[in-house]
């Protein structure tokens, strides 16, 4: 993995960057769509194209329980299992474990847990991480770390920390002499060209952070993570710790703001210097009848759209708003006609009477949504009007509530 | 509407058509993919159009209780309100009132029926019929008849068939008075071009699908549906019926099959000299995690199909078996990688964790199956080679258990 940095915001800290994988490249600030078990939900890869995704993201914990590493692996990795040709990144499972096992018994070796669909008892520690995503061959595996929720006692935080870094540790060793031996036996390269990142934790406590992100950075990684936000703190307390914390990650990697969120969230943090996002608001979102617009969150479901004839918003070139460019059939012969764009009236209707379609049009809206949000970030990166841009959007956008992004 | 015959089969009653409407053209036998509530579950127009889709159906009844006539109609007509820009064909509403309504009363003016999601009382006569399909604006609207459950005795199939005609006379007046109306006011020409079917009645007896068809002949439609099949009875009953209905159609005006069904049952109908069919199955069945191949129907759910990494059907030109062409993004921009093709293995774990990913690509996968299926005919019916074809079909699809189609 290769990260070059091409422009820096003069105002602020956002930046332009470029990330280069065995599996293409992405550019930065990204927004990587969640395909949970291995689907961004109710979208097609070639949508995910369309929507102007460059990366996405799958959950390590989700694919182990079903359908099993092993399956994953035999279809040839994760790349070709769910249809993905682009850059891929995975979490470690440990989010997962530490939020959805019924049952987890944590020590240094690692996470002892029951599955939440079976009850079956499994193990993961840092070794067992890195080993799954090298079986699902992601172009980047994050590290074990052991999340606490929020709030959290400064020790509960702070012995979590202790374990983070030590896992941390363990993970780049087995990850880079797994690197060193598949290189040595000829490998092809894309094994030793996954990348591997650190995640700093440490809650909402200034010193733990800083302590997490200076040892991560002694051990080194080819990125950084911001883990253990999102969880409950308020917005203002996020972004005050995700501050501080990317204030003190070497410029020359990648920031990574796990699990963040609303599209004035972004905005905000791409301020602070982050360089990578994920979330799953706009398909949940959409599922739920709920549209991002920049004039904020249109409610679907209710009566005001019964008969509106707009599409959700104007210019937006998804196919839930301009149609579809698509006049062949699959064979190649052509209709004259390209199928329409869809009224709010058409999608409040579908969400009302739970058809599929309807979610997925407002899923696939909602993605575009943020992909084009990153898009104009980094145009305006390029050039140099950063500032101008994050203010207009967070007072449009109705976020702008303290006053601006800095 | 128009419609030319442009081939017949030597030796069977198959034959090749081109129907052409305002909303443009589609070619006979034609399969309609159905869209109950102005949607064919988990497909875009688009979908249907790579599927190789020339005509939708949509569910008159369905629209009616949600989300109403008036505000289809307000949003510029069914095609625009379901993003569907070619031809539409709606039924009259009143195969649902007999099958989902939980309370109906029959008399001669038309059914009084409760609505199955909230017990509201409607009434649907044939005028209503006309109007509701002339609001939505449909390219074919189907009259109101009387559909009889399987078995029927024989004086209840009578009175419906009675009441079917009867309703069909009044469907075709009003109908007629209609369109005169907006010709004389110099309308477009759009609500005047929309064809009226009349629906042959008469369960399994021969003399009254007679009389029945000699009647709606004598009132004169611009194409004829057989209703009332498909309902329960044996396959081969439901072939016997439809081939001496059939016979007794015109062989200038369009055959429809209400209802069928399986491609095998397709493909024998079609020898019958049946021009259009409409089906669930391939829907249905693609929710069920079931995808329709040459060699019959692949029940994805099984555990064989665990790690089997081919595509649900090899040659097959659609997303979920070829992956997708599209590389661009909807601004343009290309990637270089294009979509990946989708494993059985895959289809089935989406299955399996209830990714509706998985539902749709199964579903665009039976739906192109179909279409494909109607132009492997087309194309056999217009070489000559129809016979060849239909053998071969059924032999391999499994279902040649009466030794052919004859």
């Not at 031996?181 to 650190?198: K, M, N, R, V």
């Amino acid at each position: 993995m290769r990260f070059e940095l091409l422009a820096s915001d003069a105002a602020s800290s956002a930046r332009l960057g470029r990330v280069s994988t065995a599996h293409g490249e992405f550019e930065t600030p990204a927004f990587m769509p969640v395909g949970t078990h291995g689907a961004v939900k109710t979208l097609s890869p070639s949508d995910l194209r369309a929507a102007g995704a460059q990366i996405v993201l799958s959950n390590t914990y989700h694919l182990s329980l079903r359908p099993g590493t092993d399956v994953v692996k035999a279809i040839g990795g994760l790349h070709r299992f769910m249809g993905w040709p682009g850059p891929l990144l995975t979490d470690s499972g440990g989010y997962q474990v530490f939020s959805l096992a019924p049952m987890r018994k944590v020590t240094d070796d690692g996470v002892e847990f029951r599955s939440h669909i079976d009850g079956a008892l499994s193990f993961l520690g840092p070794e067992e991480a890195v080993r799954i995503q090298r079986d699902l061959g992601a172009d980047v595996a994050m590290v074990l770390d052991e999340c606490v929720p929020y709030p959290a006692d400064r020790d509960i935080a702070c012995q979590a920390v202790d374990r983070s870094i030590q896992w941390a540790a363990r993970c780049r060793s087995v990850h880079s002499a797994r690197a060193a031996h598949s290189a040595s036996a000829g490998h092809s390269g894309h094994e030793g060209s996954q990348a591997l990142f650190g995640i700093v934790q440490g809650s909402v406590y200034e010193d733990l952070r800083e302590r997490c992100a200076r040892e991560l950075v002694a051990i080194g990684f080819d990125g950084y993570a911001i883990g253990g936000l999102s969880v409950g703190e308020p917005i203002e307390r996020m972004l005050e710790v995700a501050a501080f914390t990317a204030a003190r990650l070497p410029a020359d990697r990648p920031r990574y703001l796990m699990g963040v969120g609303t599209p004035a969230d972004i905005v905000r943090a791409v301020a602070l210097g982050v360089d990578m996002f994920d979330c799953v608001m706009p398909t949940r979102n959409g599922r739920n009848g709920q549209a991002f617009t920049s004039d904020g969150l249109l409610r679907l479901r209710g009566a005001r759209y019964r008969d509106d004839a707009r599409p959700i918003e104007d210019g937006c070139p998804c196919e839930a708003c301009a149609g579809s460019e698509r006049v062949k059939n699959s064979e190649g012969s052509s209709n004259a006609k390209r199928p329409l764009a869809f009224s709010r009236a058409y999608l409040r209707h579908c969400v009302n009477v739970n058809e599929i379609l309807g979610l997925r049009l407002i899923s696939l809206h909602n993605v575009t949504f943020y992909c084009r949000l990153m898009a104009r970030m980094r145009d305006a990166i390029r050039q140099g009007s950063f500032g101008a841009f994050a203010d207009e959007f967070l007072a449009r956008y109705g976020a702008g509530r303290s006053g601006g992004f800095g």
